[in-house]
């Protein structure tokens, strides 16, 4: 991992600092993942466990990502003590979801982390549960006339921002279907970047 990834995705950069500079606030987010309290949700790519901050109800919550420090950080949160909160270091696989059987598939900011077949991979896989009601993605994305969020996006840390039909396009090789998207600030009043949050029902 380079030095530039290490400093942006070391916790207190990503949780503290990057609200101040971009404005975030994935409230519309979470409310668009509409989980209740017998979902069971299935968080890929969860980094420090922000995720827990938005949910209100759900009967189990499971938080995967690859990277340990995200994880370390996410574990020290005072909701990670309670039996319902799971936290792992790992990529998910299709045993991931026999075990968790999710309801609801979160997964902010992940897509633009990895490239077309490993994010279509995800998807299917989700596609082949059938537990799975809805599935949330939230991703930078590069859009015509927006010079000052084109360069953030640049400047993400995912190597794979894409333009919106890119993001599509990834769902629909998935044998998915968008039941919404939108293209949203990441703050509602200060947020510089944009990003397409995508709603897909199985
Ligand atoms: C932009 S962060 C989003 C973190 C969190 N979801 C949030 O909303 O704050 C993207 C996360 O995806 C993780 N990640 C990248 N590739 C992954 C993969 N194949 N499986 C699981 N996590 C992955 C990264 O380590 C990073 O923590």
Do not use: W
């Amino acid at each position: 991992m380079s030095l530039y990834d290490r400093i942006l995705g070391h916790p207190f950069v990503y949780h503290y600092v990057r609200p101040l500079v971009v404005g975030i606030d994935y409230t519309p987010q979470y409310e668009a993942l509409d989980a209740h309290s017998a979902d069971r949700i299935l968080d890929i790519g969860c980094g420090g466990g922000d995720a827990l901050r938005y949910l209100g109800s759900f009967e189990t919550y499971h938080g995967f990502d690859t990277d340990e420090v995200a994880i370390s950080f996410a574990k020290q949160r005072p909701e990670a003590g309670r039996p319902n909160v799971h936290f792992e270091t790992a990529p998910v696989t299709p045993a991931t979801f026999q075990h968790v059987r999710p309801t609801r598939v979160m997964m902010n900011g992940l897509l633009h982390h990895v490239d077309d077949e490993a994010a279509v991979q995800l998807l299917r896989m989700c596609g082949a549960t059938n537990t799975v009601e809805r599935i949330v993605t939230n991703d930078p994305v590069y859009l015509a006339d927006e010079p000052l969020n084109n360069i953030l996006a640049r400047l993400d840390r995912g190597r794979f921002v894409r333009r919106i039909e890119g993001y599509r396009d990834l769902v629909a090789r998935a044998g998915l279907t968008i039941a919404h998207d939108v293209v949203m600030r990441s703050h509602p009043t200060r947020g510089i970047a944009r990003y397409l949050l995508m709603v897909i029902e199985r």
